[in-house]
């Protein structure tokens, strides 16, 4: 599986952006996806994720109510709408993928296949 993420960028604080994660794969549907992010000197962090299949999506504290996780099956995608930035979500925006659910879904290390990560910039 490859992950391709897309769509950073440098945005002014309140500001909005989209993330994009496409994939190679041929059937996700017994995968999950997943955002992670990484700040300069601090630990890679879940952001957002979600099965494949069903719609339950999970978000991380700090970003709920501003950012939102979608997918589209079609184009094997998911996305990452990002709103209300704020300088602190300045980060490389990592999309993960693993097959099947894991109730410890925040740790980093439980996630398989990685894209290679966007910078998103938010300036105050």
């Known amino acids: 599986v490859q992950l391709q993420a897309s769509g950073g960028g440098l945005v002014q604080a309140g500001g909005s952006l989209q993330l994009s994660c496409t994939s190679n794969g041929n059937t996700f549907n017994n995968y999950a996806m997943a955002w992670f992010r990484q700040a300069p000197g601090k630990e890679r962090e879940f952001v957002a994720g979600?099965?494949?299949?069903?719609?339950?999506?999970y978000h991380a504290d700090s970003v709920k109510g501003r950012f939102t996780m979608s997918k589209d099956s079609a184009k094997k995608a998911v996305f990452l709408q990002m709103s209300s930035l704020k300088p602190e979500d300045t980060a490389v925006y990592y999309c993960?993928?693993?097959?099947?659910?894991?109730?410890?879904?925040?740790?980093?290390?439980?996630?398989?296949?990685w894209g290679q990560g966007t910078q998103v910039t938010v300036s105050s």
């Open positions: 979600r099965r494949w299949t069903g719609s339950s999506t």
């Open positions: 993960a993928a693993r097959y099947g659910w894991s109730v410890t879904y925040w740790y980093a290390s439980t996630w398989t296949y």
